[in-house]
């Protein structure tokens, strides 16, 4: 006996929906297949699986067909600038332009690559043309060749600029104040620029008047190739018990050797104790001016360019060097040993009871740590005592002989070496 598929379905559906009380069955799948084998579902399967392959091929099919349309539509409206080399000037309005062709090609169903191509252009490039509000911006090299400007001089009016300026009554004054004359006269030509620009380009923009043009002269610089050549030195403050007074530490270092060579404490900043400090450095490191000249450099400041120290300076044949004004960084020797000097791990916290305490104390351990055991970077890591005194070279020699001996037995890349011995090769290659 063959089951009634209609009665058994039927008796589902009520069984699904009979809490639905006062509502009767919105359908009855009488027009559904009898499921007969398993065959007809395996067929229907894959009919299904086909249909779907089908719907994917007509749409990618669709928006191949939208693409092509909108590239030809893109193309059309494309003018003859786009295409040519690398880095060309594209102007402002033509990028806006390109910008919104493409936004419309992409709407229309176009990639962004491909609509770029048709333009000629990459699609970074259009990337790199938007700015984040959306807006396109400007080339912005310097150097890019660009259109010529639609308010660009006649040859005619570059011809009456010329005359204009070769007159007698403007032959002494510039164009600054040859355009405001004009003006007052009711007469407008161009502007400030663009006589200057007509000028340079006619070859007469020689400076105009009696008076000499303007020289910028290059700081005086100094080289020191051996120790007492170039001296740097400044002064300091050190904290006091008092608020708003200090002791004042003047240090006087040999660039060369970055040897402190003389320093001093005080409780006042004074170009008598300068001069003092400088005279006894010069006894100290037996330092005759006449054959060996030294030159002390400094800041500003008015211990520096008191009279007693010109004075004295002058009296021993010296002659200063200065930072210029408004330069902080002139004198970096003297600020760089400040600031190893109030960074060490022992400098106190508190400030320094007296003015004996400050010198004799604290400053003479730190000035002989610094001279006698400080290894200093840019002297090959030697101490300045070393170099100061000429040790260091036979102490360098040590250290490559040493290097090039382990090498011979661990051979190391050529890299490394260099990094290693770079120092030695420097001062004896």
Known sequence: MKPNYQNI???????????????????????RPPLISGKLSSDRKRDQKRIKALEKELNRKEKALAETAALLVLAKKARAIWGGSRGRLIAHPDRVQAVRNIEQAKKAGA??????????????????????????????????????????????????????????????????????????EGVYIASVFSF????????????????????????????????NQVWSWDITYLKSPVRGQFFYIYL?????????????????????????????????????????????HSDNGSPMKGSTMLATLQRLGITPSRSRPRVSDDNPYSESLFKTLKYRPDYPVKPFENLKKAGAAWVHRFVRWYNEEH??????????????????????????????????????????????????????G
């Open 9 to 31: 379905v039927a008796k589902k559906v009520f069984t699904q929906t009979r809490w639905k009380i006062g509502k009767p069955l919105a359908f009855m799948p009488t027009d």
């Open 111 to 184: 990639r962004l690559k491909k609509a770029c191509e048709i333009l000629g252009i990459s699609s970074w490039t259009i990337q790199h043309w938007k700015k984040k509000d959306g807006t396109v911006h400007e080339d912005g090299r310097k150097n890019a060749s660009r259109l010529e400007p639609g308010n660009k001089l006649m040859p005619e009016e570059e011809d009456k600029i010329l005359k204009i300026c070769n007159e007698k009554r403007f032959q002494g004054i510039t164009p600054h104040q040859i355009v405001p004359i004009l003006l007052d």
């Open 196 to 227: 200057y620009r007509v000028l340079k380009r006619a070859g007469q923009t020689t400076r105009r008047g009696r008076s000499s043009p303007p020289v910028k002269k290059r700081p005086t610089s100094y080289a020191a190739t051996a120790p």
């Open 252 to 296: 006087v270092m040999d660039i060369f050797s970055r040897q402190i060579v003389t320093w001093e404490v005080h409780d006042r900043e004074s170009s008598g104790y300068a001069s003092q400090m400088i005279r006894k450095a010069c006894l100290k490191q037996r330092i005759q001016t006449k054959n060996s000249p030294l030159v002390p």
């Open 375 to 428: 290894r200093h970077s840019e002297i090959h890591f030697v101490t300045p005592s070393q170099r100061h005194s000429g040790e260091d070279v036979a102490i360098l020699r040590k250290r490559q002989a040493l290097m090039l001996k382990v090498k011979e037995r661990h051979p190391v890349d050529g890299e490394a070496e260099k990094q290693e011995i770079g120092h030695g090769k420097r001062l004896f």
